[in-house]
């Protein structure tokens, strides 16, 4: 049973325009959340992260939101550029006897035209 | 500035031959990690290795082995390789696994086929 989802496995968006990405999760027990972003053979390099205890969470051209309620989160790229292609993949943590264990989703292929 | 350094890149074994996959990093990190990469499955952590001394399973451990050497090396050993270990490898570190906001910071990856 998948905890962390990205039902979307691939988007397409024009340059200059928004790019909203986005996972589900649903264990309650999570409490940090990451957004990774890969290359092709290139190892998945850390983009932006947020805590359980706010709900946005800023870095450049990038956004995180978190809904807690609804066990949400989404990846906003403002504005999207051509280099923005990759692969993103969502990541949710929990402590389990003292250690942080990270849970991927499977990615979504992000493709940004010129 | 090196970060995390896998080797080999890519490996094509037979089944039931045996090999290591070394991992390096050198950010001074406590912890680290071993992931594979299968096509819609995302990330799975196999082992892990919460400081210098101490490892666990993860998800996925089943026909792996590894050593965490020193602080600074974490390998990974397939004992008799099988076709559905075919796979992307990726090797991880952060900081320290007892902290929430210690984000993992991955190496390239090995490329591993098994015939």
């Known amino acids: 049973d998948q905890q962390v989802k990205q039902n979307s496995p691939s988007l397409s968006v024009q340059e200059g325009r928004i790019s909203i990405l986005n996972c589900d999760y649903t264990?309650?027990?999570?409490?940090?959340f990451l957004w990774y972003k890969k290359y092709p053979a290139e190892g998945p390099t850390f983009l932006i992260s947020?805590?359980?205890?706010?709900d946005k969470n800023e870095d450049g051209r990038f956004t995180v939101f978190l809904n807690k309620s609804a066990k949400h989160l989404s990846l906003h790229i403002v504005p999207s550029q051509p280099g923005d292609s990759a692969v993103y993949f969502c990541?949710?943590?929990?402590?389990?006897?003292?250690?942080?264990?990270?849970?991927f989703g499977t990615g979504t292929r992000l493709k940004v035209l010129a | 500035n090196a970060g995390v350094t896998q080797t080999p890149k890519f490996q094509v074994l037979k089944t039931g031959q045996s090999m290591t996959l070394q991992c390096a990093q050198d950010m001074n990190h406590n912890s680290m990690y071993w992931y594979r990469q299968d096509p819609g499955m995302g990330l799975r952590l196999i082992y892990y290795s919460a400081s210098e001394g101490t490892t666990d399973k993860g998800e996925v451990p089943n026909g792996y082995n590894v050593s965490r050497l020193n602080k600074r090396e974490f390998s990974l050993r397939l004992e008799s390789a099988a076709p559905s270990q075919t796979s992307v490898y990726f090797c991880?570190?952060?900081?320290?696994?007892?902290?929430?906001?210690?984000?993992?910071?991955f190496g390239n990856g090995t490329r591993l086929t098994v015939t």
């Open positions: 264990n309650s027990m999570f409490d940090y």
């Open positions: 990541a949710a943590s929990a402590q389990v006897s003292g250690t942080y264990k990270y849970i």
């Open positions: 991880a570190s952060s900081a320290d696994a007892s902290s929430y906001n210690s984000p993992l910071h």
């Open positions: 947020i805590s359980s205890i706010k």
